[in-house]
């Protein structure tokens, strides 16, 4: 008895189980039926087909700016500071009195040498008159000319001395910035401050690998400072050999209106190099960036309609109109043009007629 219980009860939950599985799978089937109702996602882009054209091949490095003009003011004799007649950052003209070292002890040492040399002269003077009448002998006149020139000679070293104590702007500047003041002690050899000359040109330097060490002084090269303004040079000169260090060889090219930029930042440099090179040029709609690079969307004919297919590309110069591929794509190829950031690999495209590049081909 109780074996056919638990037999009736076994049958009981098997149909049961039986009977919403049935009900699960027709809910299964109706939701798939439902969604396959909607159409495939897709998006709608305009097209153009990538053409070729001839480029001058450029090389773009890191440069850093020189000031034509630069000085760090030092001073050759140790000394106590009695004048600083300067501040931080001032405009200094050429040949002012920056700093003045103690020249007390110089200047009465002066007094004294000009002293002697003023008896040395009245002597010569007496000594030559006596020479004419022969009453001395020639080695008298000799040792009163020697004794003249011996003090004439002491005070041109002391008045050396003294322009030494005495620091001068070399040409009109920019000061740096310094902690000086009068009463400090300066060892000789001392870097008091920078010196920068106010002039509207600027040098940048920058080096090259040594297969363009035929770049011709006078070429053109295009400067970015971190601004974002971009500045047109020439090159100036060339090094008269490659660096022991990186094997490369140092340029330099000339800025006329470059005072904003501040000696040693960093810059980039691109030079042509004269060569031509093929590359594809795509509109400036057509590549998109992520973390992983550049690249495009190539369209694949699917019925009536296209495929994306994604293609990572090497960019090589670009403008707000258009964009030099290197590598990663040829000619004649449709890919998607303005709305190619809404794609994604593998969607369905529709197209639309779009204007194109000089060259380039609709669809």
Known sequence: ??????LITLVGCVALLAALGGYKAMQIRAAIAFAESFPEPS???ETAITDRHEVQAQVTTIGYVVAPQTQTLRNELEGRVTQVNFRSGDLVQQNQVLIQLDITEEQARLKAAQAR?????????RVDKLRKNRNVSEERLDQAQAEFDIARADIQ?????IDKKTLRAPFTARTGIHQLEPGDYLQGNTAITTLV???PEKWVDFTL???HAGLAIGTEAIVMPANGTALVGRIIARDSAVSEQSRNLRFRLRLEQAEHLAPNSTVNVSVQTGEQEQWVRVPATAVTH???GSYVYQLEVEGDAYRARRLPVVTKAENDEWVSIQSGIDAGTLIAANGAFKLRDGLKVYTRERPTLANSQTR
Do not use: H, I, S, Y
């Open 43 to 45: 998006e709608t882009v």
């Open 197 to 199: 000359g106010v002039t």
């Open 290 to 292: 992520d973390a992983l």
């Open 209 to 211: 690998p040594q297969k």
């Open 1 to 6: 008895m109780n074996t056919r219980r638990w």
């Open 157 to 161: 070293a002391l008045l050396a001395v």
């Open 117 to 125: 040399a003023r008896l040395a002269q009245l002597d010569l003077k």
